[in-house]
């Protein structure tokens, strides 16, 4: 039998579970940046993906972006040849941007959002924040398995595994609320005329 680590224990389990929640919430918060809301922000497009030699690309990598005004958005790409292919992305997002571009530079103009465009957004909108708790869940329950194996091989009692169980449900929430709250703003601020 190998010699017991210093990860198992339910301090630890906690400590790595709370870390990959708080993980979890930074990549939905992320994830929101690239809803519209009517003014025009380089986080809109910097993740698109584009095809640039074969492989997906986030838009980020391959161009400059700036938003010069509250309209418009400003794209330079560092590689002249990929301004059909990024043009041709910018079209086909789920955004639904209509690009122009001048031979050097693309702009994005970011028109007012319709009552009916805000509504799909808030559509948009709940979908991401069911994905950021599901990310959540899927944590807790890897979580929930670790503290059950350290029950299960004797290293713990069922009254601790019990107290870190409902440690682990406590952290779960706590994150839960923290995606309901943020998804709450980012709704106010969409449907904000």
């Known amino acids: 039998m190998p010699p017991k680590t210093d990860d198992s224990t339910p301090e630890v389990v906690l400590s790595e579970v709370s870390t990959k929640m708080d993980r979890a919430v930074e990549a939905f918060k992320r994830d929101l940046t690239q809803l519209r809301t009517g003014r025009a922000t380089p986080a809109l497009v910097e993740n698109i993906e584009v095809d640039y030699y074969g492989s997906a690309t986030p838009l980020k990598q ?3 972006i700036s938003a010069p005004d509250a309209r418009a958005i400003m794209i330079q ?3 002249a040849s990929s301004m059909r292919e990024i043009e041709k992305s910018l079209m086909t997002s789920a955004m639904g941007f209509n690009p122009s571009n001048d031979g050097a530079t693309i702009t994005v103009p970011i028109p007012q ?3 009916e465009r805000r509504q799909e957004m808030v559509k948009l909108l709940k979908g991401k924040i069911e994905e950021g708790k ?3 869940r899927n944590v807790r ?8 194996k350290l029950e299960k091989d004797k290293s713990i009692s069922q009254d601790d595994g019990r107290r870190a ?11 839960t609320k923290l995606i309901d709250e943020t998804g709450s703003a980012k709704e106010a ?5």
């Open 134 to 136: 599901i990310s959540v």
């Open 77 to 79: 790409p560092y590689d």
């Open 62 to 64: 391959i161009a400059s």
């Open 113 to 115: 959002l319709t009552q």
């Open 189 to 193: 601020e969409i449907m904000q005329v």
């Open 165 to 175: 169980q409902d440690q682990l449900q406590k952290t779960t929430d706590s994150h």
């Open 141 to 148: 329950r890897d979580g929930l398995e670790s503290l059950r």
